[in-house]
């Protein structure tokens, strides 16, 4: 065939193409600290979310969804690679970092030619070896831990190593605010910046609340990939609700009935929501929303303050509730890990679809990977998710792999309506999550036979991550 004659039909096979035939532009969306019940959807009695809200109407919610981690950088660590972060030795918050052996998300879709931006929190890695800079940045000693999103597939970023205050993000807070170092003196910078690329600090548009600040520059990405016509992957993990706790007074003002401490967290919660509404009908103006995929998330359950820590009770202005479930941030009992989780994909997934399976972060990964047609058998390693759109499909209902999770000395494994909870050198307890949602009933000594069967599953799988911390899955 004549080359003129080729490239005219190989044109219009192309214009012929419907955008479901195109590659689905990515976003995944991760709250800090947000507990199970704080969201409007959920049942909360007082707390504003409409557009998550809307969100949970028109695609899926996951009613046992968890972050594979109960602090934050475990739980990111297992998004962006879709391993458990004890194979790379991310075993908690400023513990480790993102290895150059992962293959992360943002590198994976750029085969296929994706253009990929990270927004917010960071916290798997420094983002500078030159200033002092948040909790490890700039130190030498913490030198080993650089590793930005800039060195892991991310085109453009704006991102913090960790936290920021929610309010006037680089700016310190009176201490009222919670979690302000000492050291620190309110007024002056909070030591923490956000970076854009190697050595470039942002230095405009600081001021306010946080999550507008980020999404400040994830519409612009969003808005220059559409006009190139280029796919997109967008990571925005939020800072809201971490402490310190600040809410401007339009968001504060809607919850004049409360105390202060619920004032603040409620309104940086429904702060941020305003913004995942901003940008859910950004999608909708650019023409693009039927074919965007979009995934909301927390990184793990609510914060308790320092004086009350462990208990499952609100202080101060960690306000986050789990909805009855027993435990917080810091605990593999559910309301340490059971988290939001929604699924938004027009045309995809059908509005109004609940899924009942547990479902987790380490899902994203492999979900993602089929979307595109890779196949991650070429990688060469252990992967904890598996793919999640037979369940949104209503094709599947129960588990293959269950879902196994480490902190500290605490151990758990959810297969599928049981929970083996444990701690090591300890007790090891058994529930029926379907009938003990709050983990009140110990059937270990009822069901031994089914508690030796998951601990034998826990015990193959462990042996599976000390492998992968040895180096063998590089």
Known sequence: ????????????????????????????????????????????????????????????????????????????ASVMTGRHPARMDICNANCGHLKDQEITLAEMVKEKGYRTGHFGKWHLGTLTRDVLDANRGGRKENDIHYAPPWDHGFDVGFVTESKVPTWDPMITPSQNAEDVKASLKEGQHFGTYYWKGPGLQATENLRGDDSRIIMDRVIPFIEESVAKDQTFFSVIWFHTPHLPVLAGEKYKSLYVQHSEGQQHYYGVISAMDEQVGRLTNKLKSLGVADNTMVFYTSDNGPETSVQVRDQNIPYGRAQGITKGLRGRKRSLYEGGIRVPGIALWPGKIKAGTQIDTPCFTSDY??????VLGIDLNKYQRYYDGENLIPYWQGKKQKRSKPLVFQFGKQYALIDNQYKMYGVSEGSIQLFNLLNDPTESKDLSKVEPALLNRLMSVYQDWNTTVQSSQSGGDY
């Not at 990964?365 to 089929?370: C, E, G, L, R, V």
Request: proline residues 9%; neutral net charge.
């Open 365 to 370: 990964f492999p979900t993602i990977a089929h």
């Open 1 to 76: 065939m004549k080359p003129f004659l080729t490239f005219l039909l190989v044109s219009i096979l192309v214009s012929c193409q419907s955008p479901e035939s195109k590659n689905p532009n990515i976003i995944l969306i991760m709250a800090d600290d947000q507990g199970w019940g704080d969201v409007g959807y959920n049942g909360h009695p007082h707390l504003k979310t409409p557009h998550l809200d809307a969100m949970a109407k028109n695609g899926a919610v996951f009613s046992h969804f968890y972050s594979a981690g109960s602090v934050c950088s475990p739980t990111r």
